[in-house]
């Protein structure tokens, strides 16, 4: 069956320093691929999503994320993490077969220490 | 430009009341889904439209949840009657034609049955 997983449920961090939140997916295919960030009280506001080409793609608030085909994995990074990205996020793939459905992992929650 | 719209942003009801939450999605998007979110289980998919028509509501939990779609910009989840166990935080979502499956998330309603 068609999974994704994130590893961590909760990672905490200074700010300034770097982050990486992994994201593996179970999929015979590449899909197409998506990051999410939540806020507390909040939706889902869109980070970054790859289709295809360039592996390495840039979102909003300075987040990326790299595709690696080789691992089935898309891992959100930010260079330096701000007081403000502390929040829930969480990735989610669609299966290029047809279907429409979202396969959301199960989140990762961020806590960024002063 | 207006993103998804959701309304109310809370609800608080009794055990055995009705509960509509409304949904506008963005404008010119042609599909539409519905999600709860619980600590315990994440976040659900209940049923998702597209072009107003329902295609897959396999994810509504029970007969007591129901959802329309009467018209292209506006959506309702129907509760009735309403129990504890379906207090949740409650999104909708849209999607356009052009945009690869990418979904757009609305603030959600967070619903308390007391």
């Known amino acids: 069956a068609q999974s994704v997983t994130q590893p961590d449920i909760h990672i905490t961090v200074s700010e300034g320093a770097s982050l990486e939140l992994r994201c593996n997916y179970s999929y015979g295919a590449t899909p197409y691929l998506f990051w999410y960030v939540q806020s507390p009280g909040q939706g889902l506001q869109l980070l970054l999503k790859?289709?295809?080409?360039?592996?390495l793609v840039q979102g909003i608030k300075g987040f990326e994320a790299e595709f690696k085909r080789s691992q089935s994995s898309f891992n959100l990074r930010k260079p330096s993490v701000h007081w403000s990205d502390a929040a829930e996020y969480f990735c989610a793939v669609v299966p290029t077969s047809g279907t429409y459905k979202y396969i959301f992992g199960t989140g990762t929650r961020l806590k960024v220490l002063a | 430009d207006a993103g998804v719209i959701q309304s109310p942003r809370h609800e608080v009801t009794e055990m055995g009341q009705e509960v509509t939450l409304r949904c506008k999605p963005i404008s010119g998007h042609n599909s539409l889904f519905w999600y709860r979110q619980t600590m315990m289980r994440g976040l659900e998919l209940l049923i998702y439209?597209?072009?107003?028509?329902?295609?897959?509501d396999s994810g509504m939990p029970e007969d007591r949840f129901s959802a329309k779609m009467p018209n292209a910009s506006f959506s309702t989840l129907k509760i009735q009657p309403s129990e504890p166990r379906d207090s949740a935080v409650y999104f909708c979502?849209?999607?356009?034609?052009?945009?690869?499956?990418?979904?757009?998330f609305g603030p959600g309603t967070r619903l308390t049955v007391l």
């Open positions: 439209f597209n072009n107003n028509v329902p295609i897959d």
């Open positions: 979502a849209s999607r356009g034609l052009a945009g690869r499956y990418t979904q757009y």
């Open positions: 790859y289709f295809s080409g360039d592996t």
